[in-house]
């Protein structure tokens, strides 16, 4: 039996219009009510998404989420941290100077706000998406001792995708890096990601690996579904996402989430077809 699932925000729970379906809310209240725990893993910070856990009821002090890609796993009030690991003012003047040798655009996340050195339609997306405050802010001019929770690539899909096949053997093997988006591209700390965040919070729940079910899209979704029992792609993942899991469900438009949970938690004994 299943006990835990843990969920990826864009592109998996939420649809096109980043919202949770009728059909997606209704079979997580009904996995709550069967005893599972519902988890949302994202790469965006606690407040970020707190709004979503609030419409899913997730808000309480024995609900959790891990946030920045599991560089923060916490209750959903945020007075508990189970983990947190984040990286140094050092590592973002460094992954810096490796963005002007690549020409790509670049930011970072602190606890509270994205802070930049240029003004870029990525990083505005970025404080919007996630109602934090855009700083910028040369970075040589940040303050000593600020804590950055992840640095990012963050340009035009192509551009992403071509310094993915040119990042220094010395920097990936530095940092965790990956894509959790087409225009972004994640650096954290080494020992981060968001399937070291899920089994933190497993460990802490008593809750078995193969106990979990884990589901997403993107790259930085990659380590969650490997480390679960099962591991979920959703139908719009990217080809290596698939690759890696066990199983593909419905897209995103297609409550891939909701059809998850039905399969293998609420009605395991029916046969669904995807």
Do not use: W
Not at 215 to 241: F, Q, R, S, T
């Amino acid at each position: 039996m299943y006990k835990l699932i843990a969920i990826d925000m864009d592109g998996t729970l939420l649809n096109s219009e980043k919202k949770i379906s009728p059909a997606n809310f209704n079979a997580i209240q009904q996995a709550k009510d069967n005893g599972v725990k519902v988890v949302l893993a994202s790469g965006r910070p606690l407040i970020g998404f707190k709004r979503y856990l609030e419409e899913l009821n997730l808000v309480s002090e024995d609900n959790y989420a891990v946030a920045f890609n599991g560089a923060l796993v916490q209750n959903s009030e945020g007075n508990e941290i189970i983990s947190k690991t984040t990286l140094t003012l050092e590592d973002y003047k460094y992954i810096y100077s490796l963005s002007k040798k690549m020409n790509v655009n670049i930011h970072a996340l602190t606890e509270d706000s994205v802070i930049s050195p240029k003004d870029t339609i990525f990083t505005r997306h970025e404080a919007e998406m996630n109602h934090i405050p855009n700083n910028i802010i040369a970075v040589d001019d940040v303050p000593a001792g600020t804590t950055i929770v992840k640095v990012m690539f963050v340009d035009k899909p192509e551009v992403i995708e071509d310094v993915m096949g040119k990042i220094p053997e010395e920097v990936s093997d530095k940092y965790t890096v990956v894509r959790s988006a087409p225009f972004y591209l994640e650096f954290l700390h080494k020992s981060v990601n968001k399937g070291v965040g899920v089994a933190a919070l497993a460990k802490k729940l008593s809750i078995k690996q193969e106990e979990v079910i884990c589901i997403g899209d993107a790259g930085n979704d990659i380590h969650m579904i490997k480390y679960a029992g099962l591991g979920v792609a959703m139908g719009n993942a990217y080809p290596e996402v698939k690759r890696a899991a066990n199983f593909i469900t419905k897209t995103n438009d297609q409550d891939g989430v909701a059809f998850i949970i039905n399969k293998f938690i609420l009605h395991p004994q029916e046969d669904f077809a995807v």
